[in-house]
C-alpha cells in the first residue's frame, strides 16, 4: 500500500460508494482504514466487514484498475479478485475480496515459496505478450524514469554500471511486472499468495519485481524486511526453476542479468539521498556499499 496524496472520504461517503458497489446497508462502524505501520498514519483502503463478510475498498491510484482490465478482468488466484468499481468525486474507487494473511516482512521458506510460485505462475502466463506491450506503464515510460533517476548516482562506477543495466533492460525478455512487489505487497496465507497495490505495472523485463523482492531483504531478524542469504539462494533457484528455465534461458546468463537488475534495486536509495540531499539516512550508506562493490564484480567480468 501506499500513502494517500488525495482528498479521503468521508465515513457517509464510503458508504455510497459502497452501495453503488453492490455493498448497500454498511454502517459507518463496518468500514474501518488500514493504517500503516510506521507512523500510524491512515490509507485510502478500508476494510469493509458487516460481520457477514469481508472485502477491501480502495481508492484507486496510477495505473491499478487499468491493470485489473488489462491482465486480470476474469480474476486469477495470485490476485485479489476484482469485485467491482465506480467513479465518486474526482476519483476511482474499486472493491476486492478480502484476503487474509500475513505479508512478507518475516521471510520463511513456506511463505517465500508461495510468494514466488504466484509471481512465476503469473509471469509465466503473460511470456513475451506482445500483443500487451503497450498497456499500462510502456518500455518508453519505464527507460524514461530509469534515464532520470540515473542523473543522481553521483559516481563514475555507478554511472557505468547504470547505463550497462539500461542497455540489459532494453534486451530482456519481457513479462506482466509488478513494479514494487515490496515483501509488503503479499499477502500470504495456507492456501495462497496474492500480489497486491498493482499502481505501477506493465509488460516489462521479466526480472525486476523478483529482483525488488530479494534485494531488500537483510540478514537481520530486527530489520524492516528480513531475508536470511540462504532464502535468497533458494529463491535465485526456484525463480530459475519454476520460470526462468522454461523459456530456454541458460542459468549463467539469467544470473548475470538478475545481478544488473538487483544493482539497480541498491541504487534506488543512492539516488533518492543525492537528489534530496538525505545522505545522512542509514540506508545511504547502506546501499551503497551495496552497490559499488556488485558494481565492481560486474566491472571485473
Known sequence: MIMVDRKIPSKAELIEILTVLGRPGISGESVKAFTSDEDGSEYAVWLVDDGKEKSVLKQAKAYELKAYRA???SGKPYVPALLGS?????SEYFLTEYCPGTDLRICSREKLTKALDA??????????????YDTCVS??????AIAEDGKYLGSELLERTYSK???????TPRTVCHEDLLPINLII???RAVITDWEYAGILPYPGPFARLIAHGRNDPDSYFFMSDEDKSFAVGYYYDNLVKKHGIPFDEYRHVLD???????CEWIMLGNRYGNREDERYGY???????LAQRLESL
Open 189 to 191: 496465507n495456507e492456501e
Open 139 to 144: 518500455m518508453d515510460r519505464a527507460l524514461a
Open 260 to 266: 544488473y537488475f538487483i544493482f539497480h534495486e541498491y
Open 287 to 293: 546501499y551503497m556499499k551495496l552497490a559499488e562493490d
Open 71 to 73: 491482465y486480470f478482468p
Open 86 to 90: 465506480c467513479i465518486f468525486g474526482e
Open 119 to 132: 509471481l512465476t505462475r503469473m509471469q509465466d502466463e503473460f511470456w513475451q505478450r506482445e500483443d500487451m
Open 165 to 171: 543495466f539500461t542497455d540489459i533492460y532494453r534486451e
